[in-house]
């Protein structure tokens, strides 16, 4: 049996209070998938799991926004982060589905780049099937020389939220298979 679902991974700030490198866990998801007419409304993730997240160090948010385009600019982050507090590209789906089978579910993230900050290509270029291209990336670069320090740098960030989360998973994941009051 499944005890408990837990979406991680990256997340791009909506607001100027969540920092590149922080852990946050979300309260609940709303989305924002051009491709799907039926995502309408919020999908709650479970009250006890946010709990234990926050028991870990994840600060709580309001609201995730999945999106099926990655959000590139810090116009559009402020314009998004009206409503939401955090951008994401899995977690709608996630949980609304570990909910169809009466799962517990919780999205956490770990913000690799601000609201303020600019992202240094068109990201939505560079995926294909969900997962980056190397060889887009490549050609954006090869358009955008100038782009260089800035995907570096938000390389830098994305492999130091990578570590974070991971830390944070180790702890997490012992504590809930450990601890009967989480699920």
Same mark, same amino acid.
């Not at 100027?16 to 995502?39: C, D, F, H, M, Y």
């Given at each position: 049996?499944?005890?408990?679902?837990?979406?991680?991974?990256?997340?791009?700030?909506?607001?100027?209070?969540?920092?590149?490198?922080?852990?946050?866990? $979300?309260?609940?998801?709303?989305?924002?998938?051009?491709?799907? $007419?039926?995502?309408?409304?919020?999908?709650?993730?479970?009250?006890?799991?946010?709990?234990?997240?926050?028991?870990?160090?994840?600060?709580?948010?309001?609201?995730?926004?999945?999106?099926?385009?990655?959000?590139? /600019?810090?116009?559009?982050?402020?314009?998004?982060?009206?409503?939401?507090?955090?951008?994401?590209?899995?977690?709608?789906?996630?949980?609304?589905?570990?909910?169809?089978?009466?799962?517990?579910?919780?999205?956490?993230?770990?913000?690799?780049?601000? $609201?303020?900050?600019?992202?240094?290509?068109?990201?939505?270029?560079?995926?294909?099937?969900?997962?980056?291209?190397?060889?887009?990336?490549?050609?954006?670069?090869?358009?955008?020389?100038?782009?260089?320090?800035?995907?570096?740098?938000?390389?830098?960030?994305?492999?130091?939220?990578?570590?974070?989360?991971?830390?944070?998973?180790? /702890?997490?994941?012992?504590?809930? $298979?450990?601890?009967?009051?989480?699920?």
């Amino acid at each position: 049996p499944v005890h408990a679902c837990i979406s991680t991974g990256l997340a791009g700030s909506l607001r100027p209070q969540w920092k590149v490198g922080e852990l946050v866990v $979300a309260r609940a998801i709303s989305a924002n998938l051009k491709n799907r $007419a039926n995502t309408i409304g919020e999908r709650q993730c479970a009250p006890q799991l946010v709990e234990a997240a926050q028991k870990f160090g994840a600060k709580p948010v309001g609201s995730f926004l999945t999106s099926d385009e990655a959000v590139s /600019s810090a116009e559009a982050k402020r314009a998004l982060g009206a409503n939401s507090d955090v951008v994401e590209m899995e977690s709608f789906d996630v949980i609304e589905t570990a909910q169809k089978f009466a799962i517990p579910a919780v999205a956490i993230r770990v913000i690799s780049d601000g $609201a303020d900050q600019n992202l240094p290509l068109d990201m939505n270029r560079v995926f294909v099937d969900g997962q980056v291209s190397t060889s887009r990336v490549l050609g954006q670069v090869a358009r955008h020389p100038a782009a260089i320090p800035g995907l570096v740098r938000l390389g830098f960030h994305s492999k130091k939220a990578a570590e974070t989360l991971a830390t944070f998973l180790d /702890s997490y994941v012992k504590d809930l $298979a450990t601890n009967p009051k989480w699920l």
